[in-house]
């Protein structure tokens, strides 16, 4: 257990839909970062969330959202979705100061489109 | 942040050391180099991170030479468990700043 919690591990759902996923950081840490990796893309960062505020935006699509709340979790909300879409989503936290480079990432978030 | 460039993938059998060299010809004064981890279907993990000359932990080793327009990772006695994607960043450290992956280099490690 990295200490970072995200859920749920597997979504299936259809195309046009919509779906949250959750991400629990790690205690202590301020920072949350989305990451969508699929299989022809790799490891693309999303956006990344300090201590409520956006702090980086990536190659996040208009359909996605995200925020984190003031208990410091983050949700990645994913609308009129895609087949493409189809991917594993990992969040990561870290204190999100600047000597702290220990990002820890989660398990995932497995999301089929069908 | 500087580019990286690494094998696509690499074999190596129980029991011998494995070296995964990356190349980032333009990096800057301020970057460091670390290295991730990640096994199918969970998230990277972070090995090592280094700025110049050698670095050791109980994982791994980082070769940096004096030019700093390489480095290489080094794995003792690899196993079975060991068969992962291995990614080089490059970057400033900063807790602040999000982590760019390139594409990884694929070990296999066979029995």
């Known amino acids: 257990d990295s200490g970072v919690t995200q859920t749920p591990k597997h979504l299936i759902t259809a195309t046009g839909q919509r779906v949250t996923l959750r991400c629990s950081p790690r205690?202590?840490?301020?920072?949350v970062y989305w990451y969508q990796q699929s299989l022809d893309q790799g490891l693309q960062f999303l956006i990344q969330?300090?201590?409520?505020?956006?702090?980086a935006k990536g190659n996040i699509l208009e359909r996605f959202s995200a925020q984190q709340f003031p208990d410091l979790h983050s949700e990645l909300n994913l609308s009129s979705l895609e087949l493409g879409d189809s991917a594993l989503y990992f969040c990561?936290?870290?204190?999100?100061?600047?000597?702290?480079?220990?990002?820890?990432f989660g398990s995932g978030t497995r999301l089929t489109v069908v | 942040l500087a580019k990286t460039t690494q094998p696509i993938s690499m074999d190596s059998y129980e029991g011998q050391e494995v070296n995964i060299t990356c190349s980032h010809n333009?990096?800057?004064?301020?970057?460091?180099i670390t290295w991730y981890q990640q096994f199918p279907s969970q998230g990277p993990r972070f090995i090592i991170q280094?700025?110049?000359t050698k670095v050791t932990n109980e994982v791994a080793s980082l070769f940096i030479p004096a030019d700093r327009k390489s480095s290489t990772l080094s794995l003792p006695r690899v196993s079975l468990s060991d068969t992962a994607v291995y990614y080089c960043?490059?970057?400033?450290?900063?807790?602040?700043?999000?982590?760019?992956f390139g594409g990884g280099t694929r070990l296999m490690v066979k029995p």
């Open positions: 969330y300090y201590n409520g505020e956006e702090r």
């Open positions: 960043l490059v970057g400033e450290v900063s807790g602040g700043n999000m982590l760019t």
């Open positions: 280094g700025y110049k």
């Open positions: 205690s202590g840490d301020l920072s």
């Open positions: 333009n990096i800057a004064t301020n970057d460091y």
């Open positions: 990561a936290s870290n204190t999100g100061t600047v000597l702290d480079y220990g990002y820890t």
